[in-house]
């Protein structure tokens, strides 16, 4: 007997998502399946980091159905979504610069012992994490502000990765690194699928997704327009769905209106 396939870890459905009378997110779907990395495309305001964030629960969905291995859920707060297992690296990194490494990976999850932080402990766990990454930082007693982009970004990943996540999130994370920095970076992605993560990468870089991505979602005006595999898809289809020169999803739904009359 054949064993059934494993449901997706994160499946939407319809999702929408507005901020009073804007809204930014309309009919999305999405699914992400464990060991795949899933690009997220789209010019400035398409409804990329909006959607990190309703995954994150930081933006809860207004709307639409979440499924999370296979069970509804609603992705009501950060806490939540965390302790289903998804973890978020945010563009900005939120990092305080005059903690160091480990004060990093560990803030607001601090081990106490008698009510007294266990720094042995949490430097044994932070060397850990970082010695499974494939970025060196060379002391984790540094101070975050003495790293480079590519060093802070794998602090950021190390603090995600605490949880044990199955999914993670990605936004923009190769924006203020150097080419040599994002190779770097894009080979711990690749490692990270291959233990078997979830990832949604959020790019507008072609060359990053093509490089790491199995598909692309491409968002404009906070809806679908299309998802295709990074490995067949050409770059100007791609492209094409970016800026509306193909509106896949967008124009039908548009021709659907005008059918019904609205």
């Given at each position: ?162 949880r044990e ?8 994370p190769t ?88």
């Amino acid at each position: 007997m054949t064993q059934a396939a494993a449901p997706p870890l994160l499946t939407l459905s319809g999702v929408v998502k507005s901020f009073g009378a804007v809204r930014a997110l309309t009919d999305i779907d999405l699914e992400i399946r464990a060991g795949e990395v899933v690009a997220v495309m789209g010019d400035s305001g398409a409804g990329k980091s909006t959607l990190v964030k309703v995954i994150a629960g930081v933006e809860p969905a207004d709307g639409g159905t979440l499924n999370w291995k296979g069970r509804a859920v609603q992705l009501s707060s950060p806490q939540h979504s965390q302790n289903l297992g998804i973890s978020a690296v945010y563009q900005d990194l939120s990092l305080c610069d005059n903690l160091d490494v480990v004060g990093n990976v560990f803030l607001g999850r601090e081990i106490r012992r008698g009510g007294v932080l266990d720094e042995m402990a949490m430097g044994r766990r932070t060397r850990g994490l970082l010695d499974s990454l494939s970025i060196r930082v060379p002391d984790a007693r540094v101070p975050v502000a003495s790293l480079s982009s590519d060093q802070r970004q794998i602090v950021a990943i190390a603090r995600a990765l605490l949880r044990e996540p199955d999914l993670l999130l990605l936004d923009e994370p190769t924006q203020a690194m150097s080419t040599q920095q994002t190779n770097k970076f894009l080979d711990l992605v690749e490692m990270l699928r291959d233990r078997g993560l979830g990832i949604v990468f959020i790019s507008h870089t072609m060359g990053d997704i093509k490089a790491v991505a199995d598909r692309v979602a491409v968002l404009r005006l906070g809806r679908n327009n299309g998802v295709f595999n990074v490995h067949t898809a050409s770059q100007e289809l791609i492209v094409s769905a970016i800026t509306g020169a193909t509106d896949h999803a967008v124009a039908h739904r548009s021709t659907e209106r005008k059918e019904d009359g609205v």
